[in-house]
């Protein structure tokens, strides 16, 4: 009797990435503090769904899936409303309000004897957490989970409450290529060659920076910045120390700093759908008075670098219609490497009930910029 062909196992589905490759059981930024009004609520888009995000007259921040579940209708278009004493959020078609516990408070249609338990209604929460002028909401990989996140919030060290400025930008890309676009080093003096930063006239020079791995992501461990870079010294005079970071899922931050001032610019990558990442930039800063007369010139100049990426985005996107494969080499390259084998790391830790193990490992790397 011959054997049956036997049917191999179905794999386990993954845990910790979407189909679309955005990381779950993640923190993301929704917004700046600004954007949240007290008593006003909007949409955003994260990972593909809707969100509505917003404020109370309290002061409370709340994230909540932005659709009703009634009639599918966005909550983002109601209004807040006060229900036994606590702020809910009103369905413009029929009424129901939500609190920002995500629970069903009220079905206004309902009758005194009708056996429909209004408070088995809910939609998705998303926990929030407000730092320094920055809103950010963790994603579940279960859109049913009502535990505490995995992780703990991004953490940046010590900051003012509220930043210097904030600017916005939008590329269109997934979000891999747009993180690894950022952290590439070798771009900066033909993308961003301009008088005021690495001019050409400064040439390319050997870079020799030491990387060293920190919590889910790397760093370029402290050093001297380039001689090139004259906007350091215009502003702190004198010697400064940078150091630059990423953290999963699309955090990178630089650190500058001297014995009497520190500037950190952070920014932050939120997936809203395949081709669309939201970028945004923040910067805070103490100790360094100049860059307070500074903004007006800093702001426009800092959106104008960011934008200059995001047009290299777009050139990309000429040729990814057409090829998908790209070429990655050493030294340059090993940082796009680098965030690929984090999130394989996440998604099989996820996926096999353990810690992360950060499969990073200190090393020197060396280019021309």
């Keep these: 009797m011959a054997d049956s062909a036997s049917t191999p196992p179905a794999s386990a589905p993954k845990t910790g990435i979407t189909e679309e490759g955005y990381l779950t059981d993640s923190w993301y930024l929704a917004a700046p503090s600004t954007e949240l009004v007290a008593g006003k609520q909007?949409?955003?888009?994260?990972?593909?769904?809707?969100?509505?995000?917003?404020?109370?007259?309290?002061?409370?921040a709340f994230a909540l899936r932005d659709i009703c579940p009634h009639r599918l209708v966005p909550l983002s278009a109601g209004q807040q409303l006060e229900t036994d004493g606590e702020w809910t959020l009103q369905c413009p078609y029929h009424g129901w309000r939500f609190g920002t516990d995500g629970g069903c408070k009220l079905m206004p249609s309902l009758t005194d004897d009708s056996p429909y338990d209004s408070s088995k209604v809910k939609v998705?929460?998303?926990?929030?957490?407000?730092?320094?002028?920055?809103?950010?909401l963790y994603v579940a990989h279960n859109p049913r989970a009502d535990t505490p996140p995995?992780?703990?919030?991004?953490?940046?060290?010590?900051?003012?409450?509220?930043?210097?400025?904030?600017?916005?930008?939008?590329?269109?890309?997934?979000?891999?290529?747009?993180?690894?676009?950022?952290?590439?080093?070798?771009?900066?003096?033909?993308v961003h060659n301009q008088w005021w930063w690495r001019p050409p006239s400064t040439g390319l020079k050997l870079k020799e920076k030491p990387f060293i791995p920190t919590e889910r992501g790397w760093a370029i461990d402290r050093h001297q910045p380039s001689s090139n870079s004259k906007l350091y010294r215009w502003v702190f005079g004198g010697k400064v120390e940078t150091e630059i970071r990423f953290q999963l899922p699309g955090y990178r931050w630089e650190i500058i700093s001297n014995d009497t001032a520190r500037l950190l610019t952070l920014t932050?990558?939120?997936?809203?759908?395949?081709?669309?990442?939201?970028?945004?930039?923040?910067?805070?800063?103490?100790?360094?008075?100049?860059?307070?007369?500074?903004?007006?010139?800093?702001?426009?100049?800092?959106?104008k670098f960011l934008r200059q990426d995001g047009d290299m985005v777009d050139l990309q996107n000429m040729g990814l219609a057409h090829q998908k494969a790209m070429m990655w080499i050493d030294d340059i390259d090993i940082q796009a490497k680098w965030y690929q084998r984090l999130k394989r790391e996440w998604t099989e830790c996820r996926s096999e009930g353990r810690d992360f193990a950060n499969p990073i490992e200190a090393r020197v790397l060396r280019w021309m910029s």
């Design 124 to 136: 998705r929460r998303y926990p929030v957490h407000e730092a320094n002028g920055a809103v950010y």
């Design 42 to 60: 909007h949409r955003i888009m994260v990972l593909g769904e809707p969100v509505v995000v917003g404020r109370t007259p309290a002061g409370e």
């Design 268 to 303: 932050c990558l939120t997936p809203e759908a395949p081709k669309r990442t939201r970028i945004t930039q923040f910067t805070w800063w103490t100790g360094a008075p100049l860059l307070h007369l500074a903004v007006p010139i800093a702001k426009p100049m800092a959106r």
């Design 150 to 190: 995995i992780v703990p919030p991004p953490e940046f060290g010590p900051l003012p409450d509220k930043p210097g400025f904030v600017i916005h930008d939008v590329f269109n890309a997934h979000m891999d290529d747009a993180v690894v676009g950022l952290m590439d080093p070798a771009h900066v003096p033909f």
